[in-house]
């Protein structure tokens, strides 16, 4: 597949790491950058064989089957109506919008134009949330009931990014937009989300966006999808997914924890890992950011579905969800409400009952909790259906 | 010291093994329980002299100089008053009362007294609570503005405690005050805390009570502290701590994972920890159970207080104010409104006002963030301080 | 790349996992097995256009740029002759050769075909080590003095394995090869490995061979290169390398710990990982198994290497040096004395001296130690130059 | 139980430490060093009544039930000899002796005096430690065949330490003696060690003695102890222990890593744990130091065995055994062979034969590994009990 790539900065580096990786088949052809220098250096650094700073010359060039989106936050939609009215398929980075709005107009764009848009939500391909996914949907942990999912790191490193009006907010749009999008998954996608509680707060830095928030998403099941983010966390990028359900628990450690430890003096000092803070002492590296990070499995996933003709795992539908719960997040945060999700058009299940399945320890009881004593008795703390009283067998 | 011990539960056992361990100087002289039988059980266990079922009889003992509760949480107001009446030094497990009401007259009782009303809220007491609260306070993190503290297992032993009428609640009254109390002393004691959102659900066990929650505490200084509980986590007991400063970051297992790890195929099955699901496969043991939840140092503690006549980190206070917090918890999963919480005798700093400071770049900017690039070069974003634009140098 | 496979087994099904997955461009065009049924299974699970149960055939087909050996180690030597007689380039799975013997006569056959040789030694290229390795080769932890390598499981898969006849040994032939090659690279392939002393048995299994061994190879800088192997570990498979340098160590646990934690009741039981024993409790599962087990970096490396006719990383000369070694390592065992490493054709440097670079505290003294004590003053240890006598500063 | 404490260095100091910590009720009475002045503020420190600098008046006192010795190991010899004259219970840190010959005198020296003698070998009593024995004796890991105990630092605080006269040797005789215990007591202490090979080599410091070896002890039922020390390891104080059974497998770390995990930018400097090389970036503290090295339970042991009359876990006599072990190791690492443990007076099994049970498949052939597959069938890999051929069923 022939992809253009619009954008040179630090995410598209990072796009173009993964795609020159382990000789794959698909290869940048172009790349665009609204300065023409930085698009030169992109294309020597990366050899693409050409690049511009026309958009619409990208866009259109014959040599593009696909365009790959990593402009900052505000150009998001122009540059997808770009590729709707040139017919090419379009893969954008997260968050899809800096609103619903925005991203509904992309999302009605797409679906017009017929195209493949698919929403580069890198961490809902890492290979510990792929397989995590595939136990949850083979039963391994019963019913989802809560999942927590976390993205902290000490702040982004484009300017752009500190600047409300060009990415749409502070750490919940840059970060919370992953977290919700990962619990969603484990929740299931066809689970309507309902409402929303948020905190968020500007505690360090001298910005107008929040640095710091916490967020609890409900869902029609009544299962919590809740996400912790900050720009203010000391010691590298923390990103962990927790999942907790009726049969069992998931953890999982994508960057500081991975069971790779290197303690140095100092001497020797380079780059370790993507925002770690220091070079010295105990470092947490990470073997291979991009693949760690999902983008080797999501470019594939993308490319095979166009190939295939098929939705991708990932979509600009998943990409206009997130920013309908993340605008109930910064409506909460502001008026300390529950807010509700206003979704336009909800494609999942219609109404999701919350059911509770009691079981019974005889035809009189229900069963409250079996116990192995220490010395191997077994203790049954059991419920009177009737009285409601609570005993002990 | 001479010690009476009301009750012969799990929780009085806990306190025992930790009281007879290690050649402490103090000693166990009676042991009170409604059903004499049990009494007379653990007497023998713990080579007691005496027991009773007249709990009046137990508190007003000659050969009793503290007494240390571990009943039901319906049962402490009780007892406390009668430990008041009878002049002993009284300690009570957590949580203080089932809600503010009833704390305020145990502290009341005790300050009337002039007793050490001393409250045995453990995990504020365990080897890594108390090097994390003395790193905290040395400024290794800096100024705290986040805490998470977080204590989940499958749910309570004994049987009163999934009654709400006995216990006060479910797992927030039985989980939440020590995560409120842990956060508490991080952020610092005199801060005051001003509002609590909380959600709580009731999604397994066929009881009244929520079996699962999270809450949000803010504090006067601006910083969150964070609960999650519940009763229906699988895997073990969930015991971690995390605390965000502005320079550092502390993070805190207390129990799943302390550097010991076993597999096992099931051979020579029998106890290894508490609240531990399966005794085969990988398991994750504490070494020394007692020691490590916090009881060692906490009885040293209360102990050397009655001694020296002053008051332990602990008190009958810090009880009131977990209960008032919990009580707004409670209001909050109900109201769904972030609720003030309601102190009538508050003790710490009379208003303390949040402080932001920005670090300056220059005299015409703030600065933001300061990176060092791959390439060695450090880059800074900084925001001009008059027209408030992000900008890179 | 056009690729033929030989086997149709564990390693051979696994490379193919490798090769299908991120749209690689090369391709697998032939397979060959001795049995034919075999042979056709594997191509339709793979969709490879040939089968084969002639290993000439499949070797001389004129769509076959390279070979890929996964067959038993008795049948190596074989079939590396075969690909040189038909000028192909051949890729062979670990150990080279059941012995230095067969070794040499394979690197000898490619030498003089002017293939290349591609050593299969994927624990060479997980994400960790190579990155690993890099941080030795920048100076991170100064002079490497001593490497462990380890690798324990239940025991291989393949029934030809635990014949001595087929394998060339136990678990030091098996997986003794990954630990060696691994501490022959942090220490340095141009440092000589000289004597080797090894422990063996054959403790638990009805077998000739050892299951369990313990060996240090001794290399001319002065360095260790420790190795563990067993094929009686309980509780999975447990891969973990460990490097001292002068100022650093580095700690990489490639399987059973790598961030990714699964507690579950048991249902939904299915496939978690390679060699998992349960399918229960707690369980560590690797997020993408053929990535982080180098797989995907080994045959990027060796199709580049041939694309750009260039040695890749792990040669036929590497599989031979691995030979030579545990050639010494299994007398050892025998004979309980430090066996020589017998190199016939060594292509390193000639002599690598151990040098001691003593550290001086001033003219009359070599520093020892130094210290900060716990009130900030520092004190230093420290040797007279001449009496030698050690002394406090 | 009144105490006399020989010495006022390091180890004297952690003594004193874990005695005066949780109330215990024995306490110092007496302290002892050669230089008055260090008496004197060890007395200060540590509130102890009284101190002298006469070794002699120190053992006699009246108030002195028991000696523990915290002296340079080349005055343990006259510091045992010194409390049996004087009928005094007697507790010495480790090592025992310089060598074997030291320790049968000491050894032989309580025995005549019909004291107890008790050998301080703190790690034989951590927590972890501690339970682990349990599980082993319970049988929850089968029988033991491989232990590895592993404890490196960048060396000991005090000087002497450095000096090969005082300390009787390196990094084996510092450490070693700690590594030799603890495996000695997993595989089972009336298991005699038959031989030892170990490599030891001065790498780093400007000493005399090893400041890094491995070696490997050889138990008459076919156990091998591993012990792994270093005084030139990086990042702080390793403490590590595996043991490896037929049905199961313990890992336990003492001290790096414990579950508290800290990163801080390096504002509020201070002490944080023992041999930890800084104060920035990721920490790892352990919560109660002397607890969890196994002071407090050490010490609990050896007063509760000297009150009851009997024997403490570690004694002399351990002590002596691991002298001989260690003389083995020193010789082996100048001969280069496997060199015998030369043991004067063995108190344990007369003799212990390597017992292999063969688990039958059916009765004409043994089982060597059982499978289940992907697909959830079973495979068998079998060994005929005749001809010996292997087999997959």
């Known amino acids: 597949m022939k992809l253009a790539i619009l954008g040179s900065g630090f995410i598209s580096r990072f796009y173009a790491d993964s795609l020159v990786a382990q ?6 052809t172009m790349v665009y950058s609204r300065t023409s220098a930085n698009a030169k250096k992109f294309a020597e650094d990366y050899n693409v064989p050409d690049f511009t700073d026309s958009l619409k010359k990208c866009v259109e060039h014959k040599d593009v089957d696909a365009v790959i989106i990593g402009l900052s936050n505000d150009m998001h939609l122009e540059a997808v109506l770009a590729c709707a009215a040139a017919g090419k398929h379009v893969l954008c980075t997260k968050p899809l919008g800096r609103n619903a709005k925005e991203a509904i107009q992309m999302l009605q764009a797409v679906d017009k134009a017929g195209i493949v848009g698919g929403y580069l939500e890198d961490l809902c391909y890492t290979p510990k949330f792929l397989k995590s996914l595939a136990s949850i949907k083979s039963g391994a942990i019963g019913e989802v009931i809560w999942t927590k999912s976390r993205e902290t790191h000490p702040g982004p490193h484009s300017d752009w990014f500190w600047d409300k009006e060009k990415s749409g907010g502070g750490a919940i749009i840059d970060l919370g937009c992953h977290c919700v999008e990962i619990s969603r998954n484990f929740i299931g996608k066809n689970i309507k989300p309902i409402e929303v509680m948020c905190w968020a707060d500007t505690r360090v830095h001298p910005i107008d966006a929040e640095d710091n928030a916490v967020g609890l998403v409900k869902y029609e099941n009544g299962a919590i999808g809740q996400f ?8 590298g990028m ?6 907790m359900g009726t049969e069992g628990t998931i953890w999982a450690n994508n960057f500081l924890r991975t069971g790779f430890e290197m303690f140095t003096t100092g001497k020797g000092e380079n780059y370790v890992a993507e925002k770690a803070e220091t070079n010295k002492g105990w470092l947490f590296p990470v073997g291979d950011e991009v693949h760690e990070l999902g983008y080797s499995h999501m470019f594939t996933d993308m490319f095979d579905s166009i190939d295939n003709n098929k939705q991708p795992a990932e979509t600009f539908y998943d990409g206009y969800i997130v920013n309908t719960i993340l605008d109930a997040a910064y409506l909460s945060a502001k008026t300390k409400n529950w807010e509700p999700v206003k979704i336009e058009d909800w494609r999942g299940v219609a109404e999701k009952k919350v059911v509770k399945q ?3 320890y005889d035809e009189n009881y229900y069963m409250i909790k079996e116990e192995v004593l220490p010395n191997g008795e077994k203790k049954f703390i059991i419920k009177n259906k009737k009285t409601g009283s609570i005993e002990r067998r």
């Open 238 to 243: 923390d990103l962990r997914d927790e999942v």
């Open 228 to 235: 912790e983010v900050s720009w203010t966390f000391r010691g």
């Open 358 to 360: 009691m079981v019974s």
């Open 23 to 28: 000789r794959r088949k698909d290869i940048i």
